[in-house]
């Protein structure tokens, strides 16, 4: 009976230990839990401003197919997209600067936009091309061979106001190809001017470089091209980088830039295949000359004028005697 009882007592002893040890896994993942930082109420909270910035680009991508005055269009789909979620243009303003302080965090936010925006794409066949600059073609003449991100976010404030890209060539790449790369480009800021940079570098097989750059200060699609070179291909690089801010200004303008449907398109000389025509030799003039006529027979048997006098009858009737008998 004693050994029942003490038996008894170890089990519930057993039991009350493991139900603390619960309490304190509990407890200690509530603390973590309070200790995160959270968004302060008065700002707009991460999953709205994550649907809100989602609509943005959509209402932008919209608005950009619109006829009339481009900027008025996006301003005016703006207003719309800030009315569906509830949300004043001073509510926006301050969220904004208030992500715009905590760039990594508003990095990721932005990643899982990218990502939906990638899959709205995909679900409508329409994925990286929106703008059909470029076609893939069976011959693969004109391709789209951009392998980095096909959209992005940029601060005018280190490190989130570059953003670099390189890729070797493959054996896709020939001689005589050319090169476009092209994005378009939206604005979010309070003050300020619009000032980005877009560079383009193509390295060949002989180390020789050929690069362009472009201002970006305005919405809309920017275009680098890059003419055929008779070499092969080695690698092409690049980047983005939006204006940053001066050391001296310690205020919180924000300035975002996005950048979307990013595209590289390679095209293909045909002309470069093809083989030169060698240069034909010119026939002489008495080759093109039909035999025995009067034309050939002047040319190998010249009549030669007696002097610098003009020839006379008589004269041209003897040398016609002359050329019979021979």
Same mark, same amino acid.
């Given at each position: 009976?004693? /050994?029942?009882?003490?038996?008894?007592r170890k089990k519930k002893k057993k039991l009350k230990n493991k139900? $603390? @040890?619960?309490?304190?896994?509990?407890?200690?993942?509530? /603390?973590?839990?309070s200790c995160k930082p959270q968004v302060p109420s008065k700002y707009i909270q991460p999953d709205d401003m994550e649907d809100l910035i989602y609509d943005y680009h959509i209402s932008q991508g919209v608005a950009a197919q619109q006829s009339g005055d481009a900027a008025y269009n996006r301003r005016l789909a703006f207003e719309?997209? $800030?009315?569906? @979620?509830?949300?004043t243009q001073a509510e926006f303003d301050s969220s904004l600067v208030y992500y715009y302080t905590r760039a990594d965090k508003f990095q990721e936010m932005y990643k899982h936009v990218q990502a939906r925006l990638n899959d709205e794409a995909e679900k409508y066949g329409a994925a990286s091309e929106v703008h059909s600059i470029v076609s +893939? =073609?069976? +011959?693969?003449? =004109?391709?789209?061979?951009?392998?980095?991100d096909r959209m992005l976010m940029l601060l005018n404030d280190r490190p989130y106001h570059l953003y670099q890209f390189s890729q070797v060539a493959d054996t896709t790449f020939h001689e005589g190809d050319s090169f476009m790369l092209t994005f378009n480009a939206t604005w979010l800021m309070q003050n300020g001017n619009r000032q980005a940079t877009a560079y383009l570098a193509i390295t060949y097989a002989n180390d020789s470089t050929t690069k *362009?750059? +472009? =201002?970006i200060s305005s919405a809309g699609i920017t275009a680098l091209r890059i003419p055929y070179c008779k070499e092969r291909v080695k690698e092409i690089k690049g980047f983005v980088m939006c204006g940053m801010r001066p050391n001296t200004d310690n205020n919180n303008n924000l300035c975002l830039l996005f950048?979307?449907?990013? *595209? /590289?398109?390679?095209?293909?000389?045909?002309?470069?295949? *093809?083989?030169e025509v060698p240069e034909q030799p010119q026939l002489d003039s008495a080759? $093109? $000359?039909k035999p025995d006529t009067p034309q050939l027979d002047s040319l190998?048997?010249?009549?030669? *004028?007696p002097g610098n006098r003009p020839i006379t009858i008589g004269e041209m009737n003897k040398l016609r005697q002359m050329q019979m008998k021979k």
């Amino acid at each position: 009976m004693k /050994l029942v009882r003490f038996q008894l007592r170890k089990k519930k002893k057993k039991l009350k230990n493991k139900a $603390l @040890h619960i309490i304190y896994m509990v407890s200690a993942v509530l /603390l973590l839990a309070s200790c995160k930082p959270q968004v302060p109420s008065k700002y707009i909270q991460p999953d709205d401003m994550e649907d809100l910035i989602y609509d943005y680009h959509i209402s932008q991508g919209v608005a950009a197919q619109q006829s009339g005055d481009a900027a008025y269009n996006r301003r005016l789909a703006f207003e719309a997209v $800030l009315k569906e @979620h509830g949300v004043t243009q001073a509510e926006f303003d301050s969220s904004l600067v208030y992500y715009y302080t905590r760039a990594d965090k508003f990095q990721e936010m932005y990643k899982h936009v990218q990502a939906r925006l990638n899959d709205e794409a995909e679900k409508y066949g329409a994925a990286s091309e929106v703008h059909s600059i470029v076609s +893939s =073609t069976a +011959s693969g003449d =004109t391709v789209d061979v951009w392998k980095g991100d096909r959209m992005l976010m940029l601060l005018n404030d280190r490190p989130y106001h570059l953003y670099q890209f390189s890729q070797v060539a493959d054996t896709t790449f020939h001689e005589g190809d050319s090169f476009m790369l092209t994005f378009n480009a939206t604005w979010l800021m309070q003050n300020g001017n619009r000032q980005a940079t877009a560079y383009l570098a193509i390295t060949y097989a002989n180390d020789s470089t050929t690069k *362009q750059f +472009s =201002t970006i200060s305005s919405a809309g699609i920017t275009a680098l091209r890059i003419p055929y070179c008779k070499e092969r291909v080695k690698e092409i690089k690049g980047f983005v980088m939006c204006g940053m801010r001066p050391n001296t200004d310690n205020n919180n303008n924000l300035c975002l830039l996005f950048i979307d449907h990013i *595209q /590289l398109a390679k095209f293909h000389n045909k002309n470069m295949a *093809q083989p030169e025509v060698p240069e034909q030799p010119q026939l002489d003039s008495a080759r $093109l $000359l039909k035999p025995d006529t009067p034309q050939l027979d002047s040319l190998r048997r010249p009549i030669q *004028q007696p002097g610098n006098r003009p020839i006379t009858i008589g004269e041209m009737n003897k040398l016609r005697q002359m050329q019979m008998k021979k």
